[in-house]
């Protein structure tokens, strides 16, 4: 079975800060991983996905995430933070035997300070 | 292409009354999942269809909930009857099925409230 954790429910950098959002995956077979991120009042929208190619992904606005086989661990950062990062951040893991079916984690807000 | 489309975005309703919530997937994709989002909860996997076909509904909550996709385009959930606890927001999702990992493409959700 798959399962994600989030540590951190809310983490608050400032402006032009380091962003370290942390996941940790639980999969019986090699994951499929993902990186939604839910601005206010909007669904979700995909930033990034591990599909066992890179181990370190690019997404967009900036955003990255490495994927980490001995630590089970799909951290999210970004070099700098700007305003427009202020938002709920949703790690998600699909397996290769359902791939179809996504387990996600608890979320994390983002604030940005300026 | 518009997206996934969900109807209404907002709906308040009192309890015991039925609720349809409606969702128009992306053209083309063969997956359609509905989720639901509270608080509490956080984001969780009700049913999803393939074909319009239901293949996992173990993540609806009771027999309250049902939920339909009777083409390709069109996908409804149904509450009969509403309770309070059934207050939050629903988010209807699709996906083109491919060898590998399906990116599931998210609507704008249905904030449901139930006084």
């Known amino acids: 079975a798959q399962s994600v954790t989030q540590l951190g429910s809310h983490v608050s950098v400032s402006e032009g800060a380091l962003v370290l959002l942390r996941c940790n995956y639980s999969?019986?077979?090699?994951?499929?991983l993902f990186w939604y991120v839910q601005y206010p009042n909007q669904g979700l929208q995909l930033l990034l996905k591990?599909?066992?190619?890179?181990?370190l992904v690019k997404g967009i606005n900036g955003f990255e995430a490495e994927f980490k086989k001995s630590e089970t661990s799909f951290h999210l950062t970004k070099p700098s933070a700007h305003m427009s990062d202020a938002a709920e951040y949703f790690c998600?893991?699909?397996?290769?035997?359902?791939?179809?079916?996504?387990?996600f984690g608890s979320g994390t807000k983002l604030n940005v300070k300026p | 292409d518009a997206g996934v489309i969900q109807s209404p975005r907002h709906e308040v309703t009192e309890m015991g009354q039925e609720v349809t919530l409606r969702c128009k997937p992306i053209?083309?994709?063969?997956?359609l999942f509905w989720y639901r989002q509270t608080m509490m909860r956080g984001l969780e996997l009700l049913i999803y269809?393939?074909?319009?076909?239901?293949?996992?509904d173990s993540g609806m909550p009771e027999d309250r909930f049902s939920a339909k996709m009777p083409n390709a385009s069109f996908s409804t959930l149904k509450i009969q009857p509403s309770e309070p606890r059934d207050s939050a927001v629903y988010f209807c999702?699709?996906?083109?099925?491919?060898?590998?990992?399906?990116?599931?493409?998210f609507g704008p959700g249905t904030r449901l409230t139930v006084l």
């Open positions: 269809f393939n074909n319009n076909v239901p293949i996992d």
């Open positions: 591990y599909t066992s190619a890179a181990t």
């Open positions: 999702a699709s996906s083109l099925h491919s060898n590998s990992y399906n990116e599931q493409f």
């Open positions: 053209s083309g994709h063969d997956y």
């Open positions: 999969s019986s077979v090699p994951p499929y």
């Open positions: 998600a893991v699909s397996g290769k035997d359902n791939f179809n079916k996504f387990y």
